[in-house]
């Protein structure tokens, strides 16, 4: 049933605690190692999962689907939320929160790349004139507002976060492909992960000493980042008259997203971030305008 300002509001809520997600990040990586934030939050987010799954009385269809399709959950679950997950909060461990976060949003311009060879799309001229709005903003951003001297602030992070997007891109371009239900098929992707996650850090990492302040973090990142902002959106997505005017609202994060890292961290933020993501949002909204063209 079609409920535009429910889908608005749900949206609008999703897009509120995704912009969090940044300051989560940083503050949750000044206390532990990228390895134990994911470990912490996969758990959490797991558990508020299996909590919905119980309240939608899926247990029976969870148990088919973890017996017929585990070998389709351990990929999907290897690449999303293991490797996505370590590669972005290295990438936020080596560059502020303001960069990290904002190059990771150039993944829907990788996604348009990677459609190319993996779902055989062609490659149009708006394609061409957002990519080069977006990655003109990344070399803003990296080399703190002075572009023409290729002298990158921390270039491994920068590798880093564009590497996000890439394995980002790709695993919704395989997720087309999927013919689990959304809701089981993100509980046995955390599920099957999970082990993964626990062999990292253990074999990394297990010595590392815990803080009250950095377990509440990740809980919160698990929750807000991987849990519920999943069922708002999806829910905001069923009950739209056009996906795009939801799919619109994202642009409202990153923005949003700054505010937050200046308010609850010591960040300053950097003119050479703001130009940058402008020219990112810039790419983005053209990307999405020649999208709109297409459909109709």
């Known amino acids: 049933m079609v409920n535009q300002s429910k889908a608005m509001l749900l949206g609008l809520i999703a897009v509120l605690l995704w912009s969090t997600v940044a300051a989560a990040f ?31 009385k899926q247990w029976g269809e969870l148990a088919h689907y973890a017996s017929t399709t585990w070998k389709t959950s351990l990929f999907f679950g290897a690449i999303n ?13 080596l560059l ?46 990296a080399t703190n507002g002075n572009p023409t001297s290729l002298n990158f602030s921390n270039l491994n992070g920068v590798l ?9 891109a790709m695993y919704w371009l395989l997720n087309t492909k ?30 590392s000493a815990w803080t009250v302040k950095g377990i509440l973090s990740a809980t919160y990142i698990g929750l807000f980042e991987m849990g519920l902002t999943f069922v708002l959106w999806n829910s905001a997505l069923k009950l739209t008259s056009k996906a795009t005017k939801i799919a619109n609202l994202i642009f409202l994060s990153p923005i949003l997203s700054i505010f937050w890292l200046s308010q609850f961290t010591d960040e300053q933020v950097k003119t050479s971030t703001i ?22």
Do not use: H
């Not at 880093?160 to 980002?168: M, P, Q």
């Not at 992707?189 to 990394?204: D, E, K, R, S």
């Not at 020219?279 to 109709?296: D, W, Y």
């Open 81 to 93: 939320p293991f490797i996505y997950y370590l590669v972005l909060l290295e990438a936020y461990k």
């Open 26 to 56: 940083s503050i949750s990586l000044s206390q532990q190692s990228p390895a134990q934030l994911l470990l912490i939050a996969s758990i959490s987010s797991l558990l508020f999962l299996i909590v919905l799954i119980m309240y939608n």
């Open 275 to 296: 130009v940058g993501l402008a020219c990112i949002l810039i790419g983005l909204t053209v990307q999405n305008i020649a999208k709109s063209k297409r459909v109709k």
């Open 96 to 141: 502020p929160a303001q960069e990290a976060q904002a190059i990771n949003y150039t993944w829907a311009i990788m996604l348009s790349f990677m459609a190319i060879p993996i779902l055989k799309q062609k490659l149009v001229f708006f394609d061409i004139i957002a990519a080069t709005c977006c990655y003109f903003g990344v070399l803003v951003i």
């Open 178 to 207: 999927d013919k689990r239900p959304s809701l089981i098929g993100l509980t046995l992707n955390f599920t099957f992960a999970l082990p993964l996650i626990f062999l990292y850090w253990g074999i990394t990492e297990s010595n």
């Open 160 to 168: 880093l976060a564009l590497a996000s997007t890439v394995i980002w």
